[in-house]
């Protein structure tokens, strides 16, 4: 069984730039070959994601949220972070940080997920 947490700063007004953190406590986040992503869900509409960090500490980002996304890690203390920048209403979503499972070539399909944390961005 795999835990994950996400810890955020809920409220955020402009020109703030959120970062958010997801600990896999008792895991390690350079074990072969899981990706550790971040995901959005925006109210009343469905997932999407953001990108993630690969085991390798390589990175994707969604082509749409490239510019104003950053994702980086700390292994010593097994998290990664999700850092926003220009944010704005629209960015208001719940996030979620998760495992996905895949090879060399990339992830495959999500295994675990943390529980979520809600993000306000208010103007």
């Known amino acids: 069984q795999v835990h994950l947490q996400e810890s955020g700063p809920g409220l955020v007004t402009p020109p703030q730039t959120p970062s958010l953190t997801c600990t896999v406590p008792?895991?390690?986040?350079?074990?072969?070959?899981?990706?550790w992503s971040w995901v959005l869900q925006p109210p009343g509409k469905g997932l999407g994601s953001i990108g993630y960090?690969?085991?390798?500490?390589?990175?994707y980002y969604s082509p749409s949220l490239k510019s104003r996304t950053s994702i980086s890690r700390d292994t010593s203390k097994n998290q990664f972070t999700l850092q926003l920048s220009s944010v704005n209403p629209e960015n208001t979503a719940v996030y979620y940080c998760?495992?996905?499972?895949?090879?060399?070539?990339?992830?495959?399909?999500?295994?675990?997920w943390g529980q979520g944390t809600q993000v306000t961005v208010s103007s």
């Open positions: 998760a495992r996905a499972k895949g090879g060399l070539s990339g992830p495959h399909e999500y295994d675990y």
């Open positions: 008792g895991g390690s986040i350079t074990t072969n070959y899981y990706y």
């Open positions: 960090i690969a085991y390798s500490g390589s990175t």
